[in-house]
């Protein structure tokens, strides 16, 4: 017993009968003696649906990012408003409530806000007076009193930040997944669900591309230590609790194996080998807020060098196109941009006291024939890029190879 935040995906509420068995779920909660503040997502499809419309608004410009999180925050308006009537309907007491009252203080840009601060205030008196808080999740209010949303799958965070905010035992996500799997299991039949995960490897998977969590939902988790249990809405089994390392019982090597296609290969050619030119070439990257994630620099030859990196997909157009730019400036050749490449990664705690991981990852992708194009590691991961067609073989050989499968 005690008082439980309880997440809602957009497939969770997809449609009316779906946001009926919620209620019902809800209900079960409260009967068991529970104090529940649910958050919702908008009705799948409905986020990207209003953001085509705000664009197909402004045909000739970037729409203003203040409507669109006006516009777009409508969509867990609609799924909260219909979750606590159906609840009222139910007789289990309830009442919605959008991010401004309950006072999700955000800062930062619209379309992509951080929470601030939550006060509670508004939740508690809820709970107290024996209803279910129906929060809509995704929106916030900027110290202006706009409306605000962060970011998609941001509903993640608004429980989480909740959850943290009211003490609660635990936030439950609900989803359309059992939780989180050694691999995705379309790619490998015999993937098992973790039980348990710490949020650093957590944090690694999101970071990857794993789509159940939103990244700074795992981030709020770990800093202010509330367990996560991300779960099946359609199912009453237990998911996959993501909690502290020191609650983490399963002590594995490898914890899962994961690719990203939405990865793409920048080689510079033949840059001028001196002091300054790699942080030439990143700073303007940086300045428009372009993310690298693997670097490589070879050994130079007469004086220059190949430097190669990669960004997110959404990125590509405009890196090249800074980069070109700066060509001249550093003596480089040409800029040649690939985007048939995957990165494969294998994530763990247990890499940090297990010498040859890496070595092991290496070989396995050796013996299917796989060459590695480039390569980065963190204390609990090591990722290959690799060529595309190979990624789902070097997910399965990677996977069989550390025994994560049933
Ligand atoms: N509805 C928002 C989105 O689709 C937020 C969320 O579902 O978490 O991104
Ligand atoms: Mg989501």
């Known amino acids: 017993m005690g008082l439980l935040v309880q997440k809602y995906g957009g497939t969770s509420v997809g449609s009316l009968e779906r946001i009926m068995r919620v209620a019902r779920r809800v209900a079960a909660s409260r009967a068991a003696g529970n104090d529940v503040i649910v958050v919702v997502s908008a009705i799948g499809g409905e986020t990207d649906r209003l953001l085509e419309l705000g664009r197909e608004a402004a045909p000739g410009a970037e729409p203003s990012q203040r409507e669109m999180d006006v516009l777009v925050s409508t969509g867990e308006q609609v799924s909260a408003a219909l979750l606590s009537i159906c609840l009222n309907d139910m007789g289990t007491p309830a009442r919605s409530m959008m991010g401004h009252q309950a006072r999700i203080m955000t800062e930062g840009p619209h379309t992509k806000a951080r929470i601030r601060s939550i006060e509670g205030s508004k939740l508690a008196e809820t709970i107290a007076a024996g209803q279910v808080a129906v929060v809509a999740g995704f929106q916030g209010i900027d110290p202006d009193g706009n409306i605000t949303t ?45 039980s348990r995960i710490s ?37 009453e089994d237990e998911g996959t609790w993501v909690v502290g390392e020191e609650t983490s019982l399963e002590s594995v090597v490898v914890a899962g194996v994961t690719s990203d296609k939405n990865e793409t290969k920048v080689t510079v050619r033949s840059v001028t080998d001196a002091p300054g030119m790699v942080a030439g070439i990143f ?21 220059t060098t190949d430097l190669t990196f990669t ?13 070109e730019g700066m060509l001249p400036e550093l003596g480089a050749k ?12 294998i994530v ?13 990852m290496f070989r396995v992708l ?27 073989l070097a997910v399965r050989a990677l996977h069989d190879a550390f025994d994560l499968g049933t």
């Open 366 to 392: 050796a013996e299917e024939r796989i060459n590695i194009q480039a390569i980065t590691t963190s204390e609990i991961k090591v990722s290959c890029l690799i060529e595309a067609k190979y990624a789902e």
């Open 311 to 323: 960004v997110k997909g959404g990125d590509v157009a405009a890196a090249k196109k800074i980069v």
């Open 348 to 360: 763990g705690l247990g890499m940090r006291s297990h010498a040859g991981v890496a070595a092991k």
């Open 199 to 235: 949020y650093e490897e957590m944090l690694e998977l999101a970071s990857l591309g794993a789509k159940v969590l939103q990244i700074r939902s795992v981030e709020v988790a770990m800093k202010y230590a509330v367990p996560i249990h991300v779960r099946s809405s359609f199912k």
């Open 283 to 303: 700073e303007p990257l940086a300045a428009e807020s372009i993310s690298v994630d693997m670097i490589i620099q070879n050994v130079s030859e007469e004086g």
């Open 150 to 194: 962060l970011g998609r799958g941001g509903s993640d965070t608004t429980a989480v930040a909740i959850a943290a905010a009211a003490r609660a035992t635990a936030c439950e996500i609900y989803t359309d997944v059992d939780g989180v799997y050694t691999a995705d299991p379309n790619v490998c039949p015999n993937a098992k669900k973790i």
């Open 334 to 345: 040409a800029v040649i941009v690939d985007e048939d490449v995957v990165k494969v990664s």
